[in-house]
Structure formats: structure tokens, C-alpha cells
């Protein structure tokens, strides 16, 4: 088993910046992908961001393509998405999660392995 737990969620104003962190610990060695997803109230969840193991590959959705940045350091086990220029219709639960295949990281995450509970992240306008 992995475990997930997220922090670094907030309140902030357009335009401005956050840092969301996600500490991994157990079975670390299963897993080869890491990412994010959001969900906002009343909508489905989608993909945000994905790293890979070696932090050689990523993706990032349209939405957030330039604004935000994911990165990963194996050796404290941690998974950071670096979000700036932040907009109202950023605001949601970010969920950050792992598993094993990198395919999975598109859509809503189906299928995917593990997913810690969430750090809410509200900008205002």
C-alpha cells in the first residue's frame, strides 16, 4: 500500500501563487507516475498534472499549461505542484495521486491506484 497526504492548500488572490506538496510513504517502489487532479464543487474531476518516476517526462492540462509546474524529489519522497498567476476557476480540491501506469493520468483518473484526500485551494476574485 501507498499513502498519500497533501498540504499547502489556501486562500488566495488572482494572480497570486501556492505550493502544494504531497508526502508518499509505504510501497513507494510500485509506483512509477505521480500527479494531480481538482475537483470543483458541482463538476467532475480532471486532470491537472503528472510526473514521471525519473521526473524525465510530464503533462500538464491545457487549462494549466504555463501557470503551473510539477516536480518530484525521490529522496524525500515528495511530489510538489507549483501553481502561479491563479484564477478564480482554479478553485477546487487538488488530489494528488500515484499508480503504476502513466496512461491512467487523462480524464477523471479512473483506475488509478492511489489517491490521498485532498488540500482545498480557493482564489478569489
Known amino acids: 500500500q501507498v499513502q498519500l497526504v497533501e498540504s499547502g492548500g489556501g486562500l488566495v488572490q488572482a494572480g497570486g501563487s501556492l505550493r502544494l506538496s504531497c508526502a508518499t510513504s509505504?510501497?513507494?517502489?510500485?509506483?512509477?507516475?505521480m500527479g494531480w487532479f481538482r475537483q470543483a464543487p458541482g463538476k467532475e474531476r480532471e486532470f491537472v498534472a503528472v510526473i514521471s518516476w525519473s521526473g524525465s517526462t510530464t503533462r500538464y492540462a491545457d487549462s494549466v499549461k504555463g501557470r503551473f509546474t510539477i516536480s518530484r524529489d525521490n529522496a524525500k519522497n515528495t511530489v510538489v505542484l507549483t501553481m502561479n498567476n491563479l484564477a478564480p476557476e482554479d478553485t477546487a480540491d487538488y488530489l494528488c495521486?500515484?499508480?503504476?501506469?502513466?496512461?491512467?493520468?487523462?480524464?477523471?483518473?479512473?483506475?488509478?491506484?492511489?489517491w490521498g484526500k485532498g488540500t482545498l485551494v480557493t482564489v478569489s476574485s
Open positions: 495521486v500515484a499508480d503504476e501506469n502513466f496512461a491512467l493520468f487523462r480524464a477523471t483518473g479512473y483506475g488509478i491506484k492511489y
Open positions: 509505504g510501497r513507494t517502489s510500485s509506483i512509477y507516475a
